[in-house]
């Protein structure tokens, strides 16, 4: 009996909106992939003043990245996980910055992905304990950027890489399986 191959519409030909979250700064930066390359769609930082309460600094945060999602129309996200930090109030104020960029998601309905710094890090240079000017220089380079976006826009923009071609791997190993 011959099968029929399977057509999957992969993942990654949709917009990935990743998220690098933060209290002062979140980053953000979408693209999506065309073949084996990555194409550049919008990036950006939602800058909240650092004197400003938490909840302060939270809503300018959502105001700044529900616009973001409302002009961009992403087809989904992708956040950054949580590292662990000696620092747990550190860690407990990202997780409420999270925790916001997750909200603003679902509420406009996509479907989100959270991936480890490491993973991110190898995705994008081929090594969990890059620095951040080696991720930011990789991320001109693939995407074919005039100048280096601000750090947390570059680490965003990683982010939304390493989910294009997580999943583009997963597509590619489906079809293979189908054969």
Known sequence: MRREPVHLSPVTDHVVLGIDPGSHRLG???????GNRYVHVAH????APAAAPLPERL?????????????????VVAIE???FSRD?????????????????????????????PTLVKRSVVGSGRADKDQVNGMIRGILGLAEA????AADALAVAICHASTTAFAAAAARGRSA
């Open 28 to 34: 953000f930066g979408a693209v999506y992939r065309k």
């Open 81 to 83: 996980q949580a590292f």
């Open 44 to 47: 950006g930082v939602a800058r």
């Open 149 to 152: 976006p601000p750090e947390d």
């Open 88 to 116: 747990a109030h550190a860690a407990l104020v990202i997780g409420h910055a999270r925790g916001v960029a997750m909200l603003l998601a679902a509420r406009a309905g996509l479907t989100i992905f959270e991936y480890p």
């Open 59 to 75: 809503r300018v945060i959502a105001d700044a990245l529900e616009a973001a999602i409302a002009r961009i129309k992403p087809d």
